[in-house]
């Protein structure tokens, strides 16, 4: 079982930036994929960022391409998510998301084995 710890959430102005972070511990940690999924109120849980453990190959879901950067650092354990040009449409709970034994990248909320807490972003207009 992975923990994972997220931090980074704040409120922020529409064009702003936010860097959120995501303290992994409990298995290897290359030995499996790392994501951000967002929820907002009323909606369900959205894909927006992964990264495979053993290559660091980044994916991204459709509303957040060219502006958030996904990325790990194998040394401490973390994945990012640099958050740029962000949107009042952006505002949501950010979930840090671990995929399953086996599982390359957790791209559904299926193929996810463990979940941070989540953490507030907050765009204003």
Same mark, same amino acid.
């Given at each position: 079982?992975? !923990? $994972?710890?997220?931090?980074?959430?704040? $409120?922020?102005?529409?064009?702003?930036?936010?860097?959120?972070?995501?303290?992994?511990?409990?298995?290897? +940690? =290359?030995?499996?994929?790392?994501?951000? +999924?967002?929820?907002?109120?009323?909606?369900?849980?959205? +894909?927006?960022?992964?990264? %495979?453990?053993?290559?660091?190959?980044?994916?991204?879901?459709?509303?957040?391409?060219?502006? +958030? %950067? @996904?990325?790990?650092?194998?040394?401490?354990?973390?994945?990012? $998510?640099?958050?740029?040009? $962000?949107?009042?449409?952006?505002?949501?709970?950010?979930?840090?998301?671990?995929?399953?034994?086996? @599982?390359?990248?957790?791209? =559904?909320?299926?193929? &996810?084995?463990?979940?941070?807490?989540? =953490? !507030? &972003?907050?765009?204003?207009?």
């Amino acid at each position: 079982q992975v !923990q $994972l710890a997220e931090s980074g959430g704040g $409120l922020v102005q529409a064009g702003g930036s936010l860097r959120l972070s995501c303290a992994a511990s409990g298995r290897t +940690f =290359t030995s499996y994929g790392l994501g951000w +999924f967002r929820q907002a109120p009323g909606k369900e849980r959205e +894909f927006v960022a992964g990264v %495979t453990g053993t290559s660091g190959t980044p994916y991204y879901g459709d509303s957040v391409k060219g502006r +958030f %950067t @996904i990325s790990r650092d194998n040394a401490k354990n973390t994945v990012y $998510l640099q958050m740029n040009s $962000l949107k009042p449409e952006d505002t949501a709970v950010y979930y840090c998301a671990a995929s399953k034994q086996g @599982i390359g990248l957790p791209s =559904t909320p299926r193929l &996810v084995g463990s979940w941070g807490q989540g =953490t !507030q &972003v907050t765009v204003s207009s």
